[in-house]
């Protein structure tokens, strides 16, 4: 059964740096885009970045360009999304999601929430 | 302001047809395919329809896709209490190089 898996909830401080992660199982990790979207608290779906774990090809939304960095160890399945500095505005659900030809998402982590707050 | 535009409400009783609009543009609708994602309350997206009108395994088929020129649409027949979800179109744009959705449509089963 395919599978993506992620890092538990996290409460930081404005500052702070982040990294959760997305573990994949059930099929071959490195043939398939993982993609990163955030849902801030109340509202829509955004997408964040891609990344094709097989040779870590990797492209970001001009939105989130220079403020996350999206990557992946295929040695153990896992992608990542991180920040180095927190802002209360970074407080969000992030889903990690398996990506197909179409950009199309057809499996879904059960979401990281990320708390910001002083 | 989403790329995406769609109703933000939509509303049914069981056993009715509702269709949910999603507006595009041409470097989006207009030259990709759109997929369908359905979140309930509290949960992951789900994707529902994809490549405009194809439903993935598990996906009952009172859930179908259309699309025409810069529109795409999301039918649900026989809408039952457990069709109560937000739904958001999505495709890929060629000028904005990234995945855009729509902002949401909350369906409610009255």
């Known amino acids: 059964e395919v599978q993506l898996v992620q890092s538990g909830a996290e409460v930081k401080k404005p500052g702070e740096s982040l990294k959760i992660s997305c573990k994949g199982s059930g099929y071959s990790f490195t043939s398939y885009w993982i993609g990163w979207v955030r849902q801030m608290p109340g509202k829509g779906l955004e997408w964040m970045g891609i990344i094709y774990p097989g040779d870590s090809d990797t492209r970001y939304s001009p939105s989130f360009q220079g403020q996350v960095t999206i990557s992946a160890d295929k040695s153990i399945s896992t992608a990542y999304l991180q920040w180095s500095s927190l802002k209360a505005s970074d407080t969000a659900m992030y889903y990690c999601?398996?990506?197909?030809?179409?950009?199309?998402?057809?499996?879904w982590g059960q979401g990281t929430l990320v708390t910001v707050s002083s | 302001q989403s790329v995406l535009t769609q109703p933000p409400s939509a509303s049914g009783t069981p056993g009715q047809r509702v269709t949910i609009s999603c507006s595009g543009s041409s470097s989006n609708i207009g030259s990709n395919t759109v997929n369908w994602y359905q979140q309930l309350p509290g949960t992951a997206p789900k994707l529902l329809i994809y490549?405009?009108?194809q439903r993935p395994s598990g996906v009952p088929d009172r859930f179908s896709g259309s699309k025409s020129g810069t529109s795409a649409s999301l039918a649900i027949s026989g809408l039952q209490s457990e069709d109560e979800a937000d739904y958001y179109c999505?495709?890929?744009?060629?000028?904005?190089?990234?995945?855009?959705f729509g902002g949401g449509t909350k369906l409610t089963v009255l």
């Open positions: 490549s405009n009108n």
């Open positions: 999505a495709a890929w744009d060629d000028s904005l190089n990234v995945v855009v």
């Open positions: 999601a398996r990506s197909g030809s179409g950009y199309d998402f057809g499996r």
